[in-house]
């Protein structure tokens, strides 16, 4: 039986800039189920960021719910809330988001040591993270001694390492080239495959349609439709 992991009720976002009221979501409701690959597709401007981020507890809703297991995220203290997102997502941006001082090794320990992790045991765990995505030999790198493909890994690695339940990315691919986003893809789709990590990314990446199981396709903060990968790719086949 597929398992409801994230439940989105009525989940409204308004902002507030002087006079004018922008509706960046809609009543938008969803089921996210446990294990899937959901992408979320839409024109620029079209809310997907804010849902991120309301998934991701990283910005709160105007309206309605996000409940993850069960859990309502937005009656979360704060200190529920920071174990949270420290324990059960991680997060991956378009533009990497390393510290530029450190290794790969050191932004990868970073949050574990800041999560309780001794000094050794995040170093080791980082190590073992950075080696699953295909970094082994590139621990003692810079960010600015990789390539754009090679931070992204860091960042996945970093995402990676405290296990979570739950991968959000947002734009993984934006700032890649053709070859290395579909890389990065595929990582994605191997950790949701192999590790049975629910991976749900933003994108406007149209090489994320067939790695899905489902397309959510947002229209000015609405949803347009949810589909699964077969109907997307007759669907992109028809409009190229
Ligand atoms: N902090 C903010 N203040 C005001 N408006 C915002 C803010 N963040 C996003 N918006 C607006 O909300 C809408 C959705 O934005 P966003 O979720 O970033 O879209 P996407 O990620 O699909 O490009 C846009 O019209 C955007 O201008
Ligand atoms: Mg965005």
């Known amino acids: 039986m597929d398992k ?13 800039k002087g006079k004018e009221t922008v509706y960046a979501l809609r009543e938008v409701s969803l089921d996210i189920i446990e294990g899937e690959y959901l992408s979320i597709m839409g024109p620029s401007g079209s809310g997907k960021s804010t849902l991120f981020n309301m998934v991701g507890a990283l910005d709160i809703p105007s309206g309605g719910h996000v409940s993850v297991a069960g859990i309502r995220i937005s009656e979360l203290s704060s200190r529920k809330l920071a174990y949270f997102r420290g324990n059960h997502i991680g997060y991956v941006f378009q533009s990497y988001n390393l510290i530029y001082a450190y290794s790969a090794l050191e932004n990868v320990a970073l949050p574990l040591i800041f999560s309780g ?26 960010p600015d001694e990789l390539s754009g493909g090679q931070q992204q890994r860091v960042a ?17 691919t934006a700032n890649l080239d053709l070859q290395t986003g579909e890389d990065i ?21 149209h090489k994320m349609l067939s790695v899905s199981d489902r397309i959510l396709w947002i229209k000015d903060g609405r949803v347009d439709k949810i589909q699964s990968a077969k109907e997307a790719d007759v669907h992109v086949g028809s409009i190229e």
């Open 4 to 16: 409801i992991l994230i439940e989105i009720r009525d989940l409204t976002k308004v902002y507030k």
């Open 117 to 142: 992790m001794d000094h050794e045991s995040a170093r080791e765990q980082a190590k073992a993270t950075l080696e699953s995505v295909g970094l082994g030999h590139r621990i003692t790198h810079r």
């Open 156 to 172: 996945i690695a970093r995402a990676l390492a405290n296990k979570p339940a739950i991968i959000l990315a947002d734009e993984p």
């Open 185 to 205: 893809i595929n990582l994605l789709r191997d950790l949701c495959k192999e590790r049975g990590v629910t991976v749900i990314s933003a994108t406007h990446d």
